[in-house]
């Protein structure tokens, strides 16, 4: 049976990538799992480099399949930022409700388009790299709305659901976020694999 380490220690993305892998008989393990204290410097400028980086540096250590992921919050009307320095905004220790109220304020009277976006980096056991990217279209609301979610969910404004993602449940949100969209481009490439 095939093993994918996925690099983070996060509980919900390990759930969300063992419920699309497993059942194509994929054995997923994740850093909780393992007794490692890699250090891993995520010194990139975008998306794909820091994913990159995550995964590059655990296939080279442990010699396995790797998958790493790097999402965050692209605001137009701050020409992208936060992006790829989302979680360090203002401080790794600002609260998201400091951190989402500053976003308000600096987008009033300006366009609100915003995106979240998800690149998941894999390496395969010999060294093959691919990334798959997922982005989701919305706007910064002008509050924050919903109780749902973590992080900026509860500024994104997502037109089709005419709410923000903080205010949905897990299983509509998951339908058509940046992380879902790339996780299932990941899939897609894996299914075409094992034909
Ligand atoms: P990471 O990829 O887990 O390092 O996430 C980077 C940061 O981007 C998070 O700490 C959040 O601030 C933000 N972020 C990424 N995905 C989401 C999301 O689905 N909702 C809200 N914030 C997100």
Not at 2 to 24: C, D, Q, R
Not at 184 to 195: F, M, T, W
């Amino acid at each position: 049976m095939k093993e994918i380490l996925i690099a983070t220690g996060n509980e919900h993305k390990v759930k969300e990538f063992k419920e699309m892998l497993e059942p194509m008989g994929y054995t997923i393990k994740s850093l909780k799992d393992l007794d490692t204290n890699i250090e891993i410097h995520e010194t990139g400028t975008t998306f794909e480099e820091n994913s990159m980086i995550k995964a590059k540096t655990l296939h080279e250590a442990l010699g396995c399949a790797v998958m790493a992921d790097d999402s965050g919050l692209q605001v137009d009307a701050l020409d992208g930022a936060p992006g790829v320095y989302s979680a360090r905004f203002m401080g790794e220790d600002t609260s998201y409700d400091i951190k989402n109220q500053y976003i308000i304020d600096a987008v009033k009277g300006k366009p609100r388009g915003a995106q979240f976006v998800c690149v998941i980096s894999y390496v395969e056991e010999d060294g093959t790299e691919h990334s798959f990217r997922g982005v989701v279209e919305g706007e910064i609301h002008d509050h924050m709305l919903g109780e749902n979610g973590f992080g900026y969910d509860p500024i994104f404004y997502y037109p089709p659901y005419k709410t923000t993602l903080a205010n949905v449940s897990e299983e509509m949100k998951n339908a058509v976020s940046h992380r879902g969209v790339a996780l299932r481009q990941c899939v897609a490439y894996l299914k075409e694999k094992q034909q």
